[in-house]
């Protein structure tokens, strides 16, 4: 009977200190900017959900970004005939859509992003075109005030200048 007594108390004991360990103390000092510091880190209260074609930090965990910021989005040309609509011939044309690039004869659905920035996505894209597949990793960079799209390859290496058709 002893045995089951203190094994009770002893079970009530463990669970008690591990709620207590959870929560926070009373009389957690304050910050400067007004968070409470718990085991010397601030805590600060987030409000709403986090945008997802924002990038959190390299070293946190949130998030994965899920499609090309808008900035990048549109038809981008590398000779100004690539931006005629009429014409067939664009070989320089790239569209980019949230989820893909597509190109003269080519297409690449992105796979994933690996970072982002507001001027520069790198992303890995799986194509298929010409009746074969392949995957490429590239980084989509903006220059001249978002007027320019710099499409940056990899293996084999290969940069691309394309401006922004009207």
């Known amino acids: ?33 007004g968070a409470s510091a718990v085991n010397g880190v ?33 038809r981008w040309g590398m ?14 044309l790239v569209t980019v859509t949230p989820d893909a690039l597509k190109f003269y004869e080519s297409m690449g659905r992105l796979e994933s992003i690996e970072g982002v920035s507001p001027t520069e996505v790198k992303a890995t894209f799986a194509f298929t075109g010409e009746g074969q597949s392949w995957t490429k ?10 007027t320019t799209l710099v499409r940056t390859e990899q293996d084999p290496s290969g940069t691309y200048r394309h401006q922004k058709c009207d």
Do not use: H, W, Y
């Open 1 to 33: 009977m002893r045995l089951r007594t203190f094994s009770s108390l002893l079970l009530t004991t463990a669970a008690t200190l591990a709620l207590a360990a959870c929560q926070k103390p009373a009389d957690a000092p304050v910050s400067e900017n």
């Open 42 to 74: 601030d805590s600060v209260e987030t409000i709403g959900e986090p945008d997802a074609n924002i990038a959190p930090p390299a070293n946190s965990v949130g998030p994965a970004i899920k499609e090309i910021p808008t900035a990048f989005l549109g």
């Open 79 to 92: 000779a100004r005939n690539d931006c005629d609509p009429s014409r067939d011939d664009a070989k320089g």
């Open 137 to 146: 990793t590239m980084t989509l960079a903006l220059d001249e005030g978002g």
